[in-house]
């Protein structure tokens, strides 16, 4: 399974983004698999962000962008994460991840088998 994440680039603090991660590549596509965000942060470890189950939709965040960040999904292949309110603080390369989990989804790098290149996101005025 090959991820594919995009949407990031450049936007004033207070501003919005949308991220899309899809998936192509034999395996079965991205509507079977638990999806997550994480983001790295120069000079920073990878962080955590958001994740979906597979089934019933059931969604988690980190704590500082509860309220903030909107993690979504389509059946048609198609996981987002929608950004609002963006700072400075929220400027990093933003990793799309997945792997099984019907039911659940975890916070854990190691958890993930397959992962997306990465978008960059800058928050600056």
């Known amino acids: 399974v090959q991820l594919q994440a995009s949407g990031g680039g450049l936007v004033q603090p207070g501003g919005s983004l949308r991220l899309s991660c899809t998936s192509s590549?034999?395996?079965?596509?991205?509507?079977?698999?638990?999806a997550a965000w994480f983001r790295q942060a120069p000079g920073k470890e990878r962080e955590w962000v958001s994740c979906i189950t597979e089934k019933d939709t059931i969604t988690r965040y980190v704590e500082h962008v509860k309220g903030r960040f909107t993690i979504s999904r389509t059946n048609n292949n198609l996981v987002y994460l929608q950004m609002e309110s963006l700072q400075p603080e929220d400027s990093a390369v933003y990793y799309c991840?997945?792997?099984?989990?019907?039911?659940?989804?975890?916070?854990?790098?190691?958890?993930?088998?397959?992962w997306g290149q990465g978008t960059l996101v800058t928050v600056s005025s």
């Open positions: 590549g034999s395996g079965h596509p991205l509507t079977y698999y638990a």
């Open positions: 991840a997945a792997d099984y989990g019907e039911y659940s989804c975890s916070n854990r790098a190691t958890d993930y088998r397959y």
